[in-house]
C-alpha cells in the first residue's frame, strides 16, 4: 500500500514539473523543479495558471441561458 501512494504522489510530481516546465519555468527562487515537494509544486502551478489565465482579472462568468450568455458576478 505504501508504495502505491509513494508511486502516485511521484507520478503527480512528475505531471506537475513537465507542466511547469512547458511554460518555461524551471526554479522557485532558488530551488530547482525536483527539489520541490508536491504541495510546493501544486501551488507553484496554481499561482503560475492565477497569472497566465486570459479571465483572471474578469471575476468568476456564470451562464444564464442555453444560449450560453454569459454575466460576470
Given at each position: 500500500m505504501g508504495n502505491i501512494l509513494?508511486?502516485?504522489v511521484?507520478?503527480?510530481r512528475k505531471k506537475l514539473i513537465d507542466k511547469?516546465?512547458?511554460f518555461n519555468v524551471y526554479k522557485k527562487e532558488d530551488k530547482h523543479l525536483f527539489e520541490l515537494s508536491l504541495t510546493e509544486l501544486?501551488?507553484?502551478y496554481k499561482a503560475f495558471k492565477?497569472?497566465?489565465?486570459?479571465h483572471?482579472?474578469?471575476?468568476?462568468?456564470?451562464?444564464i441561458n442555453?444560449?450560453?450568455?454569459?454575466?460576470h458576478i
Open positions: 509513494r508511486d502516485a511521484e507520478n503527480k511547469l516546465i512547458a501544486e501551488n507553484e492565477a497569472i497566465q489565465h486570459p483572471c482579472n474578469l471575476g468568476s462568468l456564470k451562464i442555453k444560449k450560453s450568455k454569459f454575466i
